[in-house]
């Protein structure tokens, strides 16, 4: 009988969540992913590796984060943790007001 090599390269390989992390961590996580880029010039495995996700994943949110109409200010603010928790608060005040 012949080993199954799915198997085997799940014992190597690292599992992976189906979960969404939360939008706040999510903006938080873009954030220092494109600090560690320009500032620390690491390449975009290392920023990754980093930061814990991978690199595809962040690509992803890079690339959902960028494209939207807003200005570069905006999407600073609206990209960001404190601007996630805004638009909670505005979306509740809207939803019971």
Do not use: Y
């Amino acid at each position: 009988m012949h080993p199954d090599p799915a198997q085997d390269a799940s014992l190597t390989l690292p599992s992976r969540s189906t979960r969404q992390a939360p939008r706040p961590e999510i903006c938080a996580k873009v954030l220092d992913f494109e600090a560690a880029r320009r500032e620390r010039k690491l390449t975009q495995q290392q920023a990754a590796d980093e930061l814990g996700v991978a690199r595809t994943t962040l690509l992803g949110w890079v690339a959902r984060a960028g494209g939207n109409m807003l200005t570069p200010a905006q999407r600073a603010f609206f990209e960001s943790p404190d601007g996630v928790q805004f638009l909670r608060v505005l979306l509740v005040a809207a939803l019971c007001g």
